[in-house]
């Protein structure tokens, strides 16, 4: 994530805050407008945010070092708890002031020339709004984001202005004040919300939108059967996270490893804002299960297991918790009949029923390889029918299968 684009956009827009405070300044003095005076302190107000944002996005760029681990990236978040306080000052102030001019009305002298500033200051401050808002959004700074808003405001401010003006030149010398009142508690309003998220930012509040995005791809990895302690922390732009996976304890620690680092690199891709995500694999043994068995018939716990995996009739698929049987249904073999390749294909349709055990008296090389690839655990059956060898399942007295039985299934 680029923070120089965001520095090179402060700047930019703080150059042109100087040229609209002093054009405001000298129509509205001019004029005598203190609907375009107060609009000159908006912008004024838009130029110290400008300086704050530009000084937080600079010193965010800093590399981390010996005292700051984590880097400078919270100096993003401080600028914007400064900004904050700042347009809540300016807005009380408006406020204040479009008070007193409801109490003490003048008329407005060289209205045509005010009308312009007005309108061209609008104009301006909407592009200006919008530019802000692109890069913010794109190296997510919520400094940018905020000073966007509040450029936008300025340019319905500006756009006031120019209706009070406008009446003013009419006799309703009122109106000045009424809308420098709207404008400042439009202010106010943008004020204590950048507060508030910037605040949260600073107490490392989780991000919500990126939490959703994270579950989302943990929960589309193969191989994770669980999670926990998923923690994510906002600093400035950028958000660091964590995780605690659950593997199967037969899964080799190379491919534990192979899923963390897989969970990371999806996050760390899908995600621009995530600068940091640490995912912790931990062994785990589930109390539930989804069991496969080949069978030769469907006569529910009595059926007869079937020698051959791949030309088995049909699968018996049992769901179990720690001690017993909770629930069993039948599927047809579709590949019992087909020449070639017969296991593969059977290992992708018990696979759709989200099995996470196989138990056979016999099995291939290729199989076992593809069952192990998808962390599906095999057993050696033993019994006379299903009831009894989910039965020693359950009990643990069957042997985990540590290679084929036979060349081909």
């Known amino acids: 994530m680029d923070l120089k684009k965001g520095e090179v956009a402060a700047k930019n827009a703080g150059l042109i805050s100087v040229l609209l405070v002093i054009i405001k300044l000298i129509a509205g003095s001019l004029s005598g407008s203190?609907?375009?005076?107060?609009?000159?302190?908006?912008?004024?107000?838009?130029?110290?945010?400008?300086?704050?944002?530009?000084?937080?996005?600079?010193?965010a760029q800093r590399k981390p070092d010996e005292k700051f681990h984590y880097g400078y990236y919270k100096a993003e978040s401080l600028a914007t708890l400064f900004i904050s306080f700042f347009i809540l000052y300016i807005a009380v102030n408006l406020i204040f002031e479009g008070y007193s001019r409801i109490i003490v009305v003048s008329a407005i002298t060289m209205p045509f020339i005010a009308l312009f500033i007005a309108l061209i200051s609008s104009i301006v401050s909407f592009i200006v709004s919008k530019y802000l808002r692109r890069i913010g959004e794109t190296i997510n700074s919520q400094a940018l984001i905020i000073n966007s808003k509040e450029r936008f405001l300025d340019g319905i401010s500006s756009i006031g202005v120019f209706v009070a003006i406008l009446m003013n030149s009419y006799g309703i010398y009122w109106a000045e004040g009424v809308i420098t009142i709207i404008i400042g508690a439009m202010i106010l309003k943008i004020g204590i919300l950048s507060l508030k998220d910037s605040i949260f930012s600073l107490m490392d509040i989780s991000p919500v939108e990126e939490e959703e995005k994270v579950k989302e791809i943990i929960e589309k990895v193969k191989g994770v059967d669980d999670y926990s302690d998923l923690k994510l922390r906002k600093s400035g732009p950028f958000v660091f996270g964590e995780v605690k996976i659950n593997v199967k304890k037969s899964a080799s620690i190379n491919k534990a490893h192979d899923i963390a680092e897989e969970i990371e690199s999806r996050i760390k891709t899908e995600i621009n804002s995530i600068e940091s995500f640490i995912v912790y694999a931990e062994p785990y043994k589930t109390e539930k299960n989804k069991i496969a068995i080949p069978v030769s018939n469907q006569e529910g716990l009595n059926s007869r297991i079937m020698d051959h995996f791949g030309r088995a009739d049909y699968f018996m698929f049992l769901e179990t918790d720690k001690k017993s049987i909770n629930k069993f249904y039948f599927k047809e073999n579709p590949y019992k009949k087909k020449k070639l390749r017969t296991g593969l294909d059977v290992v992708d349709f018990i696979l759709k029923e989200k099995v996470n055990i196989l138990i056979t008296k016999e099995i291939g090389e290729i199989s076992v390889n593809k069952l192990r690839d998808n962390l599906i655990d095999i057993y050696k059956a033993k019994g006379k029918n299903c009831g009894e060898i989910a039965n020693n399942f359950l009990e643990d007295r069957l042997i985990k299968m540590k290679k084929p039985t036979r060349k081909k299934d």
Do not use: E, Q, R, Y
Request: glycine share 4%; proline share 0%.
């Open 34 to 59: 203190i609907a375009l005076i107060s609009d000159a302190m908006h912008s004024f107000a838009d130029l110290t945010v400008d300086i704050i944002s530009w000084a937080g996005l600079k010193i």
